[in-house]
């Protein structure tokens, strides 16, 4: 099992965007998604890859998805994010970012 980087932020960002859903106790909800560059894992993996995401109602924390390539990885990402729309029902991407975030 491949053991990626523990990571705090996403700092080499390929998208980010927030999300309007609608919970199950039906409150208008509006989360913040990221999505970074996928990178080569650390040579003690034997050079597989991985791809950072983070969904704030969702992970909580930085994901990193590992890859056999760079697109399989964010592949796995974008799996994560499809997970998430699928959870609550659909979301409305492109939101107003919320005051304060």
Not at 37 to 62: L, N, Q
Request: with cysteine; proline share 7%.
């Amino acid at each position: 099992m491949m053991n990626f980087p523990e990571l705090e932020v996403i700092e080499d960002l390929v998208a980010e965007d927030w999300w309007a859903y609608v919970t199950s106790k039906g409150e208008e909800r509006v989360t913040r998604v990221s999505i970074g560059r996928p990178r080569t894992a650390p040579e003690t993996m034997s050079g597989g890859w991985y791809c950072p995401i983070k969904i704030d109602d969702f992970t909580h924390k930085v994901l990193c998805m590992g890859g056999v390539g760079p697109v399989d990885a964010l592949a796995n990402a974008m799996r994560i994010a499809k997970a998430f729309e699928d959870s609550v029902g659909g979301v409305s991407p492109g939101a107003k970012q919320p005051m304060g975030s």
